[in-house]
């Protein structure tokens, strides 16, 4: 495998790994995908899904974290290189400096058919991994997140994800209102192309909210994403 040694002796805080499965959400919603799940955030979502990744009241931080070697993360992925790769989190972007050998060695051994990295389009993406990467899907919070809007919007952050070229801009929905809030946003920032997911984290949840928005984001001419792991196994960790 190439790559320097010393690059893939870089430790990642890794929450989970797991897959094969499929990619639940957004335009490659259905694909067969293995998944590297980062740990560390520095938002605080009302709603957040994967909260064992930084909330340290409802989770034992300790247990959830584990720093694996990028060395040992291209064995994992070696062991069955078919489909492609999602990075994840968390925040995986807290992280980019160690990403990149991992990225780079995987693009230069063929180990996945792409890779997406999820990320909350707070922090900009460093040179080497927009290389990398196949796309990236970017999902600024909306106010029933929680966040303060300086917390959530990083305006130069989100201008970097639009000028790599690779973003998808994926947007976390509650209710019709929340669509006057995401049209604000795709104008300002000039964000396409735009899907529109329903936060939830049990299918009843999802499919209300798919039901209940689905003509208003085809009237929109946006896409439309459900939570294809939420319907098919629940709030399951690692599936
Ligand atoms: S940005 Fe993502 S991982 Fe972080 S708190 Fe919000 S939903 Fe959770």
Redo the contacts with the bound molecule.
Sequence with gaps: MSTARSDTAVTLAVNELFGPTFQGEGPSQGRLARFVRLFG?????G?????Q??DRRRHDLTAEQRHIAVADILDWLSDAPDGMLVIT???PLLQQRALEPLLIAIRQNSLASEIEVET?GTIAPSPAVVEAVTRFIV?P?LAH?GLLERQRLRPAALRQFVLSGKAIWKFVVQSVPDLDEVENLVVQYRLDPVWVMPEGTDSTTVLDRLRLLADLVLERGWNLTSRLHILLWENARAR
């Design positions: 955030c520095h938002l605080t979502c709603w957040c899904d994967t909260p990744t930084w989190g968390g925040e909350s999902s919070k997140s």
